[in-house]
């Protein structure tokens, strides 16, 4: 498929896992990419993998206005419109609230929630003239509670709310807002997890296709809602958790 020939797209937290595939997926159906992470070293990586001429690596942290909007300029500079955001930078501490530092709730706030204001905040004006699209990567956490994962819990639920909210205001722009959702996938964050036959059991007890994401599954999904074949789809919070949101919440009895 080429579905993106000539559109330009920005993809944050692109250094690894969901943000990585995603950079790539838009690159392998004709887009102009220009991918943003915090580390130069993982998006040397990715940028080996994707097509020369047509990508554009920027350090970034979304966590400053300042940054974001030096990313939006840059974008403009080389390729001269911008017609899909994805929202992918994140982070997720640990411990209950008694536990996490005042400082673990200013930087998951920062990344996970500030980032995807300022994205939006700078995108909207070139979104407008292209009649563009923003994606959030939120989680199956903004949907629902985790044990020990309440900082996470909350900007994800902002994030997810936040989704509905622009999809409302400016659909008449012509801008769809859209938010996927998933639940436990491959990354550098999660790679512990997928080593741990015990804490896997559990994952597969609670999802019924009894396994974890890839993070190319994520990307594919991300990429349907950016394109024309998703132009009615707006405001919606996609859930890509292998049907653990179909449970309710019961342990397998029979």
Known sequence: MNRFVEKVVIVTGAGSGIGAATARRFADEGALV???GRTRDKLDSVAARLPQG???ARVTDVSRLDDVQGLVADTLQRFGRLDVLVNNAGIAPEGKITEASVDDWRQVMAIDLDGVFYGYR??????????GSVINVSSVSGLGGDWGLSFYNAAKGAVTNFTRALAMDHG???IR???VCPSLTRSNMTDDMF????MMAKFRERIPLARGAEPEEVAGVIAFLASDDARFINGVNLPIDGGLTASNGQPPMV
């Not at 700078?122 to 009649?131: G, H, M, R």
């Not at 080593?195 to 015990?198: L, N, S, V």
């Open 54 to 56: 047509k990508s554009l």
């Open 122 to 131: 700078v995108a909207i004006p070139e979104l407008i003239k292209t009649k």
């Open 195 to 198: 080593a741990d036959p015990a």
């Open 34 to 36: 220009v991918f943003a």
């Open 177 to 179: 807002i859209t938010a």
């Open 172 to 174: 008449p722009d012509g």
